[in-house]
């Protein structure tokens, strides 16, 4: 019952918000959700510690338990949720989203994260389906009502976008589903591991299915496009929870469901996956080197590292599903950073726009500065922070990918990742000298400069995900050694 | 099948029909009293319904599909008679002629629930349709004289046709019923088998334009449009549960045959995408809340009509399941609608979640089950029945039909968000005027979204009876 009650709460806590919308005032609304997502937190962990699958029959018609359980595959991803859950609401107290009740955003953001754990902590494929798409109208509302476009049909378009594109993906994921239930037998997780051997045309059809409609949750190039508008126009709260949290449930649903029951029909498709997602670390970094706004620039900086993720676990070994694993969590911790840093230089500012001159961060602001390179430097990729273990990790295990794969195509992915690496460094020292380094003059000739550095909540919020960056980059053990089961939980991966 | 079952199956019939001449005896009788029909016509279908239960479930395979179409049926027309509005029952004839035609045409839509030959499914669909276009002529205004006028044509053009299929089974099968055995008898005889299709696919025809299916679709938007709301809640429920069952049975001998029916197959497939797809564009498309409903519903009889494709029991079962999701969540809306009189407009309905929370919240609740968007899930699990027996039969093709049925969830998706954004958008600052409590509506609106609710939580309930 602990890990129901971890998903229940932040769910019935968010209907509530959400219904009582502004009747409650923002402090209340604040505390409430705080205590929410702490005490999920705390349940997950007891869940954790406690290591007893939850499975109670759901719809006995089409064979759903209601079924949760936490195995070395999730618990990554199910902590992260946890922690970002706190994140979001800690960040309120900064910046309380404009365009309706605080009530109703954080409802909506406690029911999206509601369903991302229940997603996560799922045993069973079609409740991961259905909590998959519970993620949906909150995450639509969000960006639609608390977006930050000045024009609604901006906030329309993305927030549309956002949601048309992730339901054609989970639907054709439903029909894969569907199709693999059938010849499987279950939509239990643990029976579905290796169900489907062999390479025949009806096997890759249903591996077809379910990778693309999830590499359009992940994303994976050329099905991102929806990610950059729905980022930028997200409150930053939203964009937070899109990029640590959801765009996760499409990964983690490519190792559940085609890696793990399909492994021979996987490694048939996985070139095109490794293929596309090297493509994307280049794409992204070369529209990195250009782009002017650097909320949509960290949002391409996420297609790129999101290409690590596909060519990681397109090499389907028990390294690369850890590298997988391990990239999306750094990914999942800088991108939140990130996201709060540049939410807050956007409200700052008032817009992200790179080619406006402004003083430089280094002399007005040097927390913020300070946070601004240290956020920079691990999406880069710096060795010594989280980021780095994540792409290293990546190219070593895509150097020699699983059985079943053609080594030259990975060794060609392996090299054209490495270049779309390299990119990161030269698109973060642009950044670094637009708005770091700075025109030292014009801040000497009284443009409007107001000297408002890292507020006490940035601080708190940057400094523990920065904290977490350097351990994971000092200490990768941490995270490797939790997950060092999958390959056996993948019925014995290489 | 025993004849005691097959007369009980006939009960709810007899039940609604002896009702309407209740009605109209009275009527008669004491030409002076008023308020009474309605009160009657509910006590009838309550009777109905009771009847229903009493159909006797063993040694009747088709008993339980009856009895929840027959429900749904009644229901339905319980949702009318709370939902027809005062113009509907100032109608020539009164309050009594209002609701002895509604008592009429669930009379014969339970009616076509229990028919298992050809004949008595003719004599039923017309007795379900015909008491319908007198309805919403009955309204008055032109705009509703052509819409009847419409369905009539439409309704009569249909019964040629389901005549012409009905002689062409006779003459195919040798018999006019319409199960296992008659087909069984011509397995193996080619000419007598196509002859068999040909006869099924005509009577489909027929059949499609109560369901609302493309290109017999014509006749909805107008009548949504025109009709009182009460009759449009006639049309969702009670006249769909009979074209779902009018299908269902002109499919079930085939449903048990082994023998691959690929023109079958092929054809209703193309109809169902062609309605679900086109219907949603369409819809995409309308400003007016009962032109979005109509076009909606020809979308989703679409998605009714997707898992017959199948040719199996477990499909007619999905059909029936989604077709019950749908009309709830429909009257949903129209009980919101009937509420808000005359605002025909969709920013009609701007802010309305702000200004009146429990019709807001309760279409806002409608609207994301017909998408099929959890917190709506039992809208979500109606999608997945209505695919399943796509994957679970050897047909190699279906699975194609699946994916392409994907375009239409994305297309039905941005329909029902369209009208959910006014919904939760910022009511203007002119403070609308509060809209007149009607209880009828009212009690349907709250009935209905307690329904989804509940169903969203536990969709076993749905799914175990329809099984």
């Known amino acids: 019952m602990v890990l129901t009650a971890a998903v229940a709460l932040p769910f019935l806590v968010g209907a509530v918000l959400l219904g009582l919308g502004d009747r409650v005032s923002a402090p209340v609304a604040r505390a409430a959700a705080g205590v929410a997502v702490i005490a999920s937190a705390g349940l997950v962990a007891a869940g954790w510690y406690l290591d007893a699958p939850e499975r109670f029959s759901w719809i006995p018609e089409l064979g759903i338990d209601w079924s949760l359980r936490l195995d070395g595959l999730n618990v990554a991803f199910v902590l992260l949720t946890a922690a970002v859950g706190i994140l979001i609401v800690g960040h309120t107290a900064y910046e309380m989203p404009q365009g309706g009740a605080p009530a109703s955003y954080l409802g909506a953001v406690l029911i999206a994260q509601a369903g991302a754990l229940t997603a996560f902590l799922a045993g069973d494929a079609l409740l991961f389906f259905v909590a998959f798409e519970i993620v949906l109208v909150p995450m639509w509302f969000v960006i639609r009502r608390f977006g930050d476009g000045r024009v609604p049909e901006v906030r329309d378009e993305a927030s549309t976008r956002f949601v048309l594109y992730t339901a054609v993906g989970s639907t054709l994921m439903l029909v894969g589903i569907l199709l693999l239930a059938v010849r499987a037998g279950s939509t239990d997780f643990d029976r579905l591991v290796g169900a489907l051997p062999g390479q025949d045309a009806a096997t890759v059809a249903i591996v077809l299915l379910l990778t693309v409609g999830l590499c359009v949750k992940i994303p994976v190039f050329p099905l991102h496009t929806w990610l950059p508008p729905a980022h930028t126009i997200a409150p930053t709260g939203g964009s937070v929870l899109l990029a640590a949290v959801l765009l996760k449930l499409g990964t983690y649903g490519v ?26 670390v280049v794409w992204g970094g070369l529209i990195c080197l250009a782009e002017t706004d650097l909320k949509r620039l960290i949002a391409y900086s996420s297609v790129a590292h999101m290409g690590f993720v596909a060519l990681a676990v397109a090499s389907g070994s028990s390294l690369g599903v850890q590298a997988a694993i391990y990239t999306s969590v750094a990914h999942g911790i800088v991108s939140a950073f990130l996201f709060i840093l540049v939410g807050g230089l956007k409200h700052r500012w008032g817009s992200a726009d790179l080619t406006v001159s402004r003083p430089a961060l280094r002399e007005v602001s040097p927390a913020l500065g300070f946070f601004l390179v240290l956020g920079m430097a691990a999406g880069m990729g710096l060795p010594g922070l989280a980021v780095f273990w994540g792409e290293f990790l990546t190219l070593y295990a895509a150097w020699s990918p699983g059985g079943g794969r053609s080594q030259v195509v990975f060794l060609a992915c392996v090299v054209v990742a490495a270049i779309g690496a390299a990119l990161g460094a030269a698109y973060t020292t642009r950044v670094l000298r637009a708005v770091w380094v700075g025109d030292a003059v014009r801040t000497k000739t009284g443009l409007p400069v107001r000297h408002d550095d890292a507020s006490r909540t940035e601080r708190a919020l940057l400094g523990v995900l920065g904290l977490a960056l350097v351990a994971l980059g000092v200490a990768p053990g941490i995270l490797l050694t939790a997950t060092a089961g999958v390959g056996a939980l993948l019925g014995g991966l290489p | 099948m025993t004849m005691t079952a097959e007369l009980a199956a006939f009960g709810p019939a007899a039940v609604a029909g002896l009702g309407a001449v209740l009605v109209l005896l009275i009527d008669a009788i004491a030409p002076r009293g008023r308020g009474w029909q309605r009160w009657l016509g509910i006590a009838v279908l309550i009777g109905a319904l009771v009847s229903v239960v009493w159909i006797p479930a063993a040694g009747w395979p088709t008993a339980t599909l009856t009895q929840v179409l027959q429900s749904l049926a009644v229901v339905g027309a319980v949702v009318a008679v709370a939902l027809m509005g005062r113009e509907q029952y100032a109608a020539p004839g009164g309050p009594s002629v209002a609701v002895a035609l509604v008592l009429a045409t669930t009379a014969g839509a339970a009616s076509v629930a229990a028919s298992v030959d050809v004949v008595t499914l003719v004599v039923s669909l017309e007795l379900a349709t015909v008491p319908v276009v007198a309805l919403v002529a009955l309204r008055g205004t032109r705009g509703a004289g052509h819409a009847a006028l419409s369905l009539l044509v439409t309704s009569l053009t249909s019964f040629a046709l389901i005549v012409v299929g009905a002689a062409l089974w006779v003459s195919a099968t040798g018999t006019v019923a319409l199960t296992a055995q008659a087909w069984q008898g011509i397995v193996g ?141 429909t009257v949903a809306l129209l009980a919101g609608v009937a509420e808000r009189r005359g605002d025909g407009e969709l920013s009609a309905y701007r802010g309305l979640i702000r200004r009146d929370p429990l019709t807001g919240g309760a279409m806002a609740f409608a609207l994301l089950v017909l998408a099929g968007l959890p917190p709506g899930v039992v809208g979500l699990i109606a999608k997945i029945i209505a695919l399943r027996p796509l994957t679970t039969t050897a047909h190699q093709a279906l699975p194609i039909v699946a994916v392409l049925a994907v375009m239409a969830v994305a297309l039905g998706i941005a329909v029902y968000l369209r009208w959910l954004v006014i919904l939760v958008a910022r009511p203007e600052d002119t403070p609308g005027s509060a809209a007149p409590r009607a209880w009828g509506p009212r009690i349907v609106l709250v009935a209905a979204s307690v329904t989804l609710v509940v169903l969203s939580v536990a969709p076993q309930l749905l799914l175990g009876w329809v099984r």
């Open chain 1, 255 to 280: 190792i559940r469901l085609p890696l793990a029951s399909a492994p021979d029909a996987f490694a048939f498709i996985s070139p095109w996956l490794a293929l596309a997602g090297a493509f994307a």
């Open chain 2, 189 to 329: 005889e080619d000419t007598r088998v196509a002859l068999g299709v040909l006869a099924m696919l005509i009577l489909l025809s027929g059949i499609g334009f109560k369901l609302s299916l493309m290109p017999f679709h014509a006749w909805t938007p107008q009548n949504y449009r025109e009709a009182d709301v009460g009759v449009v809640a006639v049309l969702v429920t009670t006249s769909k549960a009979a074209a779902l069952a009018a299908v269902i049975a002109v499919l079930r001998p085939s449903m048990s045959s082994v023998l691959a029916l690929p023109a079958l197959t092929v054809g209703l497939a193309a109809v169902a995408l062609t309605t679900m797809i086109l219907g949603a564009s369409v819809a995409l498309r309308q400003d007016r809340a009962l032109g979005l409903v109509a076009w909606s519903t020809i979308a989703q009889a679409g998605w009714v009509l997707l898992p017959l494709v199948a040719l199996a029991e477990q499909g007619a079962q999905a059909a029936v399941a989604y077709l019950c999701v749908y009309a709830a969540a």
